[in-house]
């Protein structure tokens, strides 16, 4: 029953109405060395897209973050992830409640707070992943939204806004995108897919 509460809690944040606070909003994926004593209080410290990491380097153990940036305010996010190989990754959410997990590539997951977030940014977690050739991790739209998604903090009903750009990461040679570029299309799950072919 607590997971059934939790849910419509969630789904009530993800409902739509006219007006957008956050229209012109984008996403891109932070790309670190993967740090055992990471925690939601000592996040990377990300103020807009020049603090952006999209290109790490390195193989092996890595830390990603979805980051959603030029945000007025927010009360939740919903977008999947992928990249190109069959490793599981570990996530942790820094939301008050979440539904769906990120393990495998193309799943999704939607993360809300009790209370309405200040912008510009968003950092609503990480993932810990294994990569040992040139891959591109990328944000996509989940099962149930044609893109990325936020929603702000109109009461009672939120609106449910779209990103406008999507940048994805690289890691171990492969080189991510630039976030502080000219925007590139919505990335769907048909697009991103042809990226691995």
């Not at 630039?178 to 072919?197: E, H, M, S, V, Y």
Request: proline share 8%.
């Amino acid at each position: 029953m607590r997971y059934f509460a939790i849910g419509i809690c969630i789904l009530c944040v993800f409902s739509s109405s006219a007006l957008a606070s956050n229209p012109e909003f984008k996403v891109a994926v932070h790309v670190l060395a993967h740090e055992a004593r990471r925690s939601c209080t000592n996040l990377p410290q990300i103020a807009g897209p020049e603090d952006i990491m999209t290109t790490y380097p390195g193989c092996g153990e890595i830390d990603f973050f979805p980051v959603f940036f030029d945000l007025n305010e927010y009360k939740g996010v919903e977008y999947g992830v992928t990249w190109p190989c069959y490793y599981s990754c570990t996530l942790t959410t820094c939301s008050s409640l979440h539904i769906g997990e990120i393990v495998w590539p193309g799943d999704w997951i939607a993360q809300t707070w009790f209370i309405c977030q200040p912008g510009p940014v968003a950092v609503p977690g990480w993932e810990t992943l294994i990569l040992n050739s040139p891959s591109r991790i990328c944000l996509i739209q989940s099962a149930n939204q044609p893109s990325v998604t936020v929603a702000d903090c109109s009461e009672p009903s939120p609106n449910l806004e779209y990103c406008v750009a999507n940048f994805c990461a690289g890691v171990c040679g492969a080189t991510g995108d630039d976030p502080g570029a000219t925007p590139i299309n919505k990335a769907t799950w048909g697009a991103i897919k042809q990226l691995f072919r």
